[in-house]
């Protein structure tokens, strides 16, 4: 999903948390949360292109890099998820906490329905049992059409 689309998705889903909740901590979290997670993508440009993206294009055509056979995404996993759930709910954390989570969730659900993967895609054990190539965890969508959903 393109990150002006996160932005609207956190914006809206950011006012649904603050009517609900009525908290500002978890509102701000749930907005930045849902667009910050994709620093995992700038992140991944830098240890693999060894320099720091200067515009957003350099960053968009390194996602649809086919020459790059690795895709890693540490931020976008499934598992990291449900344990940040599971701590919410054992340790009582407060709305901050349950604001970034739903950031986060709401994130990954549009990326799961957007992006050209398999289905089994932000498990992170998925993607490391497949050595986090490409051709094995993105769907033929990806090699053959060249959408900016980075």
């Known amino acids: 999903m393109k990150p002006g689309y996160h932005i609207v998705v956190s914006a809206g889903l950011s006012a649904g948390v603050q009517a609900t909740m009525h908290s500002w901590p978890a509102t701000i979290g749930c907005f930045f949360s849902g667009v910050l997670i ?12 060894k320099k720091i993206p200067y515009n957003y ?3 968009v055509d390194f996602c649809w890099d086919t020459k790059v056979n690795k895709l890693y995404l540490i931020f976008h996993a499934y598992e990291f998820l449900f344990i940040f759930w599971f701590l919410i709910y054992f340790f009582y954390l407060g709305y901050l906490w349950w604001g970034i989570a739903i950031g986060l ?16 895609f932000y498990f992170l054990t998925f993607r490391i049992k497949n050595s986090f190539e490409k051709t094995k965890t993105l769907s033929d969508m990806y090699f053959k059409h060249k959408e900016n959903v980075c």
């Not at 620093?39 to 292109?49: A, G, N, T």
């Not at 969730?105 to 089994?120: E, G, R, S």
């Open 38 to 49: 994709d620093l995992d993508h700038c992140l991944e440009y830098c240890f693999l292109r």
């Open 57 to 59: 294009q350099d960053l």
């Open 105 to 120: 969730t709401v994130h990954l659900a549009c990326d799961q329905f957007t992006n050209p993967i398999k289905p089994w």
